[in-house]
């Protein structure tokens, strides 16, 4: 079962990383994504990392602030959030599926609770 934790409170600017892990399923043969939704705003890709890790993607507005990673030994993935700004506040979720990471919330099969991101201007 995935869970995603890590995240916070953090000041503009600033920065934070949120992790996924799973209990049952090794990670590394799942492509993972990384989405996030805000109140009254509908779910939104964020990052991808593909099965294996060697490819990575990311929304234009975290592109070049954002990092996607893996540790396999942890059978972790992680997203290391920097220059945070306030539109970056929203519950950040962990999701997997079978194959190369798709930037739909409808495409993946495997879901983990949100985390919340809070960040204040």
């Known amino acids: 079962q995935l869970q995603a934790y890590g995240g916070g409170l953090a000041q503009a600017g600033g920065s934070l990383s949120v992790s996924c892990t799973d209990q049952?399923?090794?990670?590394?043969?799942?492509?993972v994504g990384w989405f996030r939704q805000a109140p009254g705003k509908e779910r939104e890709f964020v990052a991808g990392s593909s099965l294996g890790g060697r490819r990575t993607a990311y929304a234009d507005s975290v592109r070049g602030r954002f990092t996607i990673s893996r540790d396999n030994a942890k059978n972790t993935v992680h997203l290391q959030m920097n220059n945070l700004k306030p539109e970056d506040t929203a519950t950040y979720y962990c999701?997997?599926?079978?194959?190369?990471?798709?930037?739909?919330?409808?495409?993946?099969?495997?879901w983990g609770r949100g985390t919340q991101v809070t960040v204040s201007s």
């Open positions: 049952g399923r090794t990670l590394n043969f799942y492509g």
């Open positions: 999701a997997a599926r079978p194959g190369d990471w798709r930037t739909g919330p409808g495409d993946y099969d495997y």
